[in-house]
């Protein structure tokens, strides 16, 4: 490794430490030390059977899971480190380390931050979202821009201004009236077809419920339900999958907007975007009224420094509390024994409020197995800015080198026997059992043991946790108090992309209990 006081003399020429590296990686040797040494992956691997290549491209950037699996192909032949931890490296760029330990991702979340000697994120997998809403957000900045903007967040964002009775009262309202207006169409359509039950996709539905409690409940903007769902939904999700895209197809960083309108695609991108740009403006109307939750807003920040990170805002209610209740719903769908235990526990419920949520203890292990098992945020994205030591809970070290590209691999580490497997929860780490949590509470296991990552974790976890929570066990414990549901289609596949979800787009038969 290179000692850290070279490290002025070595950037002040570029490619210089770069070109330093270059023989050590020519000669293949591990850039990393310690006793929780990763191994190294191959770049190219003809005939071995992997799922893909280890890096994403045109024709592999739609199955980020895909390219996950590929670092841990026959990784289960090991007994060492490297059975959970492994690096790409490529002679000419910083290595790339994919670990589904969850030891070694506790410990480098926890070490993420703004001080000297600590990770940051990775901003290469956020450029597409960066180039949609702006750099200067939570979720793409680093150091003291980020600080800045997270002290900013707190307040609103907190959960003791969103776990208030009155709070519930306003987002139970505003769900109450949309459950109604839909239960009022689906009678119809059961009276009109004399069936018991309908078969129906959940995901737009969920998608425009999310949208419409964010803007109207939370910023305190006035929209219909049906323009949500016709028009502003639809448009976020084109911008979305645009996002993805672009990601690894724009190579030279130019934003759509000022790209001629020469394809249909282009075309209806920018019109999508101009949407985005409309439902924006209306959230910070509401910020000039005084509505919702901005009177919890202590900042004389003007609205354009705060554009960028609404978009995140909203692009993420569209995704990330959507991924969480659709896979809720869905394991509800596939295991009807869990479906009834939480009827049980929210029949009785007239007025959804932090105390009666709290008090529904099944529920929340519900709620937990769904973030374990199919997480929304399926990894995490870390660069090391220095060389870096880590230490685990359990004593093991590792020296990241500078310039380390990080993957916190959840979806995996969370899926893995090793970690949540029979030996250590009772259950097998790939079934949907919400008894799992109940188990680790009686064998003295807490939250602290056993982390699904469900909103990150450590300085950098998800500003709108706490959000996301209130939104998603109203809406689904609501969900299952009115309906019984079974699943359309036997299995279950992830789909990928900002986040994840069911790819059938979560379609149950539903009916009226």
């Known amino acids: 490794m290179i000692n850290q006081p070279f490290s002025p003399v070595l950037d002040s020429v570029p490619g210089l430490r770069r070109l330093l590296r270059l023989p050590s990686q020519l000669l293949r040797f591990n850039p990393f030390a310690g006793d929780c040494l990763p191994t190294r992956v191959p770049l190219f691997q003809p005939w071995s059977g992997r799922p893909s290549l280890p890096f994403p491209h045109p024709w592999n950037y739609d199955q980020p899971i895909r390219i996950l699996e590929t670092y841990f192909w026959n990784a289960d032949r090991e007994q060492g480190s490297g059975r959970h931890n492994r690096y790409l490296e490529v002679p000419g760029f910083g290595p790339v380390l994919v670990t589904r330990d ?37 979720l793409f900045s680093n150091g003291a821009s980020w600080r800045r903007q997270r002290m900013l967040a707190a307040s609103p964002f907190g959960k003791t201004t969103l776990f208030q009775p009155e709070m519930f009262h306003e987002f139970a309202e505003t769900f109450r009236g ?4 839909r239960l009022d169409t689906l009678r119809q359509h059961l009276a009109s077809t004399g069936q018991q039950s309908a078969r129906i996709a959940l995901e737009p539905e969920l998608k425009a419920v999310m949208l419409e409690m964010l803007v109207n409940n939370f910023f305190g903007a006035k929209l219909p339900y049906e323009e949500f769902r016709e028009r502003h939904v639809p448009a976020l999700e084109r ?39 409309e439902l924006t403006d209306v959230v910070l109307a509401a910020r000039r009224a005084g509505a919702g939750l901005w009177k919890q807003f ?57 105390e009666n949520l709290n008090g529904a203890k099944y529920f929340s292990h519900v709620l937990d197995e769904t973030l374990r098992l199919t997480p929304s945020l399926y990894f995490l994205p870390r660069r090391a800015p220095v060389d870096v030591w880590i230490e685990t809970a359990d004593g093991r070290k590792m020296l990241i080198p500078r310039g380390t590209h990080i993957l916190l691999d959840v979806w995996h580490a969370n899926r893995h026997e090793d970690h949540w497997g029979v030996a250590t929860t009772g259950f097998p780490a790939l079934e949907f059992a919400p008894e799992r949590w109940a188990r680790l509470a009686e064998q003295g296991s807490g939250s602290k043991e056993f982390l699904h990552f469900g909103f990150g974790h450590g300085p950098r976890v998800c500003p709108g946790k706490h959000l996301g929570q209130l939104e998603v066990g109203l809406v689904v414990g609501a969900f299952v108090k009115l309906f019984k549901f079974q699943a359309a289609t036997p299995g279950i596949e992830a789909k990928a992309g900002v986040s994840t979800k069911p790819i059938d787009g979560t379609v149950v038969d539903l009916e009226l209990r």
Not at 248 to 269: D, E
Not at 324 to 333: D, G, K, S
């Open 298 to 354: 202590k900042s004389d920040a003007p609205d354009a420094a705060l554009r960028s990170n609404l978009k995140v805002f909203l692009a993420g209610a569209l995704e990330a509390t959507t991924s969480y209740a659709c896979w809720a719903i869905t394991h509800l769908a596939r295991n009807i024994p869990a479906q009834d235990k939480v009827f049980q526990e929210v029949r009785d419920i007239e007025v959804y409020t932090p």
């Open 178 to 181: 949309t459950v109604l207006q």
């Open 239 to 277: 911008v979305i999958d645009h996002i993805v895209r672009d990601t690894v197809m724009n190579r030279f960083g130019i934003p759509v907007m000022k790209l001629p309108s020469f394809t249909r695609r282009i075309a209806q991108a920018k019109q999508d975007y101009a949407c985005f740009e």
């Open 102 to 138: 969850p030891g070694v991702i506790r410990a480098i979340t926890t070490e993420t931050g703004d001080r000297d000697g600590q990770f940051e994120r990775d901003t290469l997998p956020s450029t597409g979202i960066a180039r949609a809403t702006g750099k200067d957000t939570l």
